[in-house]
């Protein structure tokens, strides 16, 4: 190994500590994990079992990425994963924005998708096709069918749409039939929210007077 | 290995069976060997627009029951040598035949034909369910009118989940209401529905007169919905044909009546 080291093997008293880079590729920290076990560090594999701590810096992994993790480790026999500890910010799950589901395609006549969360939709919304979801409703595309955003009775959802044609909005239990005076020439984005109770249509850019979200920038 | 073709549209009265009359001759017409197959059991129909109804002697559900042998059953054309049809059962129904078996048939005509052309009844139940089993890719026709596009899109919907890949032909165009803004135009249509456009074919009055007499229209070289579907038949084959021009062609006399105002 002549390139740099990114795991760093440390003996403590409870057993041994992996500190792993947390800058380089993941799929490099495996590669040299497993040399390191396989090959460099053969001494650590004899003997009686040993408690380890991973620390991964701040590296965010997935569930599926820890797994590989603790399958290299374990291949060992004798090593034993005791902890696998991240300083990463853990995402929180709730806050809207994340639960995103991202759909590519286009939702036809008679078909219908349903998501727990916030959909976004790269594609056109067909009429007879119907969007529904417990949060918002973002359409890259044409929206020309059904739409119902907070379906379980959030009322502080909006539907947003490249092109708003719809057949029929809801959100929570609102519903709303596009008067025929929306139907306008000009192709903005807009988005549909619920104001008191009655349901009203704005340009995209009007969305930030709704959410109190100011963008930080760092100077 | 042929290729099978489904034209099928979900809502009735677009056209179906006279594009499939009219494309399986036009393919004809360009020296393919070609089998029509009408999966529109108890409603068929496609023997009557090729004029073949008293030459009929077995049909498809008797080749799935195993009554008569599929060459048996086959209605050679009266104008083609290369042109064949396998008829619908009049007394029967949908539910009589099963999509395993329409694609057993499908595929031992695809040994013979290089083009099978399967016309689909209206509806996305059973009926459309036994066209579509057998076919490699499908044609969508559909008229300017929002309820055709609607179950269009439907299908094509159904479609892409059985990995069929379609194409489309707008029937029935009228210049005139397309022009006054009364007709969803091409493009519309073409927006929402997303899939390539195989062609489009003008509302001709001949078609209906072809269509009693027995004769498909594709026959008849002065009718511009001939053209259009010998245009669709030959970009079926690969040929790179222009889109028609949605307006006739005003002829010497005609343009000078216009020019005095009184055309």
């Known amino acids: 190994m002549t390139e740099k080291q990114h795991i760093t093997i440390k003996g403590v008293k409870e057993g041994l500590v992996f500190l792993l880079d947390d800058a380089c590729d993941f799929s490099v920290l495996l590669e040299e994990l497993q040399y390191k076990l396989e090959k460099s560090h053969q001494q650590l594999l004899t003997g009686p079992i040993v408690h380890v701590q991973v620390k991964l810096g701040s590296r965010h992994l997935s569930e599926e990425e820890l797994e590989q993790l603790r399958t290299i480790i374990r291949a060992q026999g004798n090593l034993l994963v005791q902890s696998i500890e991240s300083e990463a910010p853990a995402i929180p799950e709730d806050e809207p924005g994340n639960n995103i589901k991202l759909l590519t395609g286009i939702v036809r006549s008679g078909q219908t998708v349903e998501h727990e969360g916030n959909l976004l939709l790269m594609g056109d919304l067909n009429p007879g096709g119907s969007l529904l979801c417990t949060g918002d409703i973002y359409v890259l595309g044409a929206l020309r069918g059904l739409a119902h955003a907070g379906k379980d009775g959030r009322t502080d959802v909006v539907i947003a749409a490249s092109l708003l044609r719809p057949t029929q909005l809801r959100i929570a239990d609102v519903i709303s039939r596009p008067p025929d005076e929306w139907i306008t020439g000009d192709a903005s984005m807009e988005f549909a929210y619920l104001n008191e109770g009655v349901m009203k249509i704005d340009k995209m850019t009007q969305l930030n007077r709704l959410r109190k979200q100011p963008i930080l920038f760092k100077a | ?263």
Request: proline letters at 4%; glycine letters at 8%.
């Open chain 2, 1 to 263: 290995m042929g290729e099978a073709i489904v034209v099928t549209s979900g809502k009735g009265g677009v056209g179906k069976t006279t594009t499939s009359a009219n494309l399986g001759t036009a393919l004809a017409l360009l020296g393919k060997k070609v089998c029509m197959v009408d999966t529109d059991i108890g409603l068929r129909n496609l023997d009557v627009v090729m004029g073949l109804e008293n030459r009929i002697i077995y049909d498809l559900i008797d080749v799935a029951e195993g009554r008569c042998r599929l060459n048996q059953a086959l209605v050679k054309d009266k104008r083609f040598d290369e042109l064949y049809m396998l008829p619908a059962a009049q007394t029967k129904d949908k539910q009589d035949v099963s999509p395993e078996q329409v694609r057993d048939i499908i595929l031992e005509l695809k040994k013979e034909f290089e083009y099978v052309v399967i016309d689909c009844p209206a509806g996305i139940e059973q009926g459309f369910r036994n066209a579509v089993a057998g076919a490699d890719r499908a044609i969508i026709v559909t008229t300017p009118e929002n309820a055709a596009v609607r179950d269009a899109d439907r299908v094509i919907g159904l479609l892409e989940q059985a990995s069929v890949p379609a194409r489309l032909i707008i029937n029935r165009i009228r210049a005139s209401m397309v022009k006054s803004g009364e007709m969803l135009d091409i493009d519309e249509i073409c927006q929402v529905l997303a899939i390539d456009l195989l062609g489009i074919v003008p509302d001709d009055e001949k078609v209906i007169k072809a269509a009693n007499s027995g004769e498909p229209t594709v026959m008849d070289p002065t009718s511009r919905a001939a053209i259009a579907y010998r245009n669709i038949a030959r970009r079926m084959l690969g040929d790179m044909v222009p889109l028609m021009p949605l307006e006739e062609k005003s002829g010497v006399l005609k343009r000078f009546r216009k020019f005095l105002g009184i055309g």
